[in-house]
């Protein structure tokens, strides 16, 4: 991360600058994939469809994986707060602490972490442990979120890895803690009967 940094300014200019700005429509498009409104209505509404089913697995997993990603954007408001980075686009570019204290933080100061990145990456490291065949789709879609920050100039190399970090480790430190509960096959756990094992 250090090393990240200091190359930071040099990475994002060049990001930035390449390709034709006319591409700033496609990333605009990718970076709205990590809205944390939208990432957090991902999970809410199978919480809602296994409510209206009576499903109490799949709705309290929805709700467990959305109030996840929201604690991930939380949790990177905070970080936001404490930082107080100046974005590439503020004159102190870079820079940490700008304006401390920042609380509230201004857009111009916001810049560690990335947000979009955060939840995108929550999302996706969820979206993978649900759908584990599908997990290199999500990754890759979350990893062109945080692509797309730097190239729109918005953020900083190190703030969009340090948001893949936090909402990677979140998402995986939640589901470690609760893990996912299965559904008991019919017969399955029963208590056998006397003379069959």
Same mark, same amino acid.
């Given at each position: 991360?250090?090393?990240?940094?200091?190359?930071?300014?040099?990475?994002?200019? *060049? $990001?930035?600058?390449?390709?034709?700005? #006319?591409?700033?429509?496609?990333?605009?498009?990718? !970076?709205? $994939? %990590?809205? +944390?409104?939208?990432?957090?209505?991902?999970?809410?509404?199978?919480?809602?469809?296994?409510?209206?089913?009576? /499903?109490? @697995?799949?709705?309290?997993? +929805?709700?467990?994986?959305? &109030?996840?990603?929201?604690?991930? %954007?939380?949790?990177?408001?905070?970080?936001?707060?404490? *930082?107080?980075?100046?974005?590439? !686009? #503020?004159?102190?570019?870079? #820079?940490?602490?700008?304006?401390?204290?920042?609380?509230? #933080?201004?857009?111009?100061?916001? !810049?560690?972490?990335?947000?979009?990145?955060?939840?995108?990456? &929550? =999302?996706? @490291?969820?979206?993978?442990?649900?759908?584990?065949?599908?997990?290199? @789709?999500?990754?890759?879609?979350? =990893?062109?979120?945080? $692509?797309?920050? @730097?190239? $729109?100039?918005?953020?900083?190399?190190? /703030?969009?890895? *340090?948001?893949?970090?936090?909402?990677?480790?979140?998402?995986?430190?939640?589901?470690?803690?609760?893990?996912?509960?299965?559904?008991?096959?019919?017969?399955?756990?029963?208590?056998?009967?006397?003379?069959?094992?």
């Amino acid at each position: 991360m250090p090393l990240v940094v200091l190359e930071d300014p040099r990475l994002q200019m *060049a $990001l930035s600058t390449w390709p034709a700005p #006319a591409l700033n429509i496609f990333w605009q498009a990718i !970076s709205s $994939l %990590g809205n +944390g409104g939208l990432d957090i209505g991902i999970f809410l509404v199978p919480a809602l469809w296994g409510g209206w089913r009576r /499903d109490r @697995v799949l709705r309290n997993k +929805g709700l467990l994986d959305a &109030a996840t990603v929201a604690g991930a %954007g939380a949790l990177d408001q905070i970080l936001k707060n404490v *930082a107080c980075r100046a974005r590439p !686009s #503020a004159p102190e570019a870079g #820079a940490f602490f700008s304006n401390f204290p920042c609380f509230p #933080a201004e857009y111009a100061y916001a !810049s560690f972490p990335s947000g979009h990145t955060t939840t995108a990456f &929550a =999302a996706a @490291v969820i979206l993978a442990l649900w759908y584990p065949r599908w997990a290199g @789709v999500w990754l890759s879609m979350a =990893a062109l979120v945080g $692509l797309s920050r @730097v190239m $729109l100039g918005s953020h900083f190399p190190s /703030d969009v890895l *340090a948001g893949a970090l936090l909402g990677t480790g979140l998402a995986l430190a939640v589901h470690a803690a609760c893990p996912a509960p299965r559904r008991v096959p019919p017969g399955h756990g029963a208590i056998p009967r006397e003379g069959k094992l």
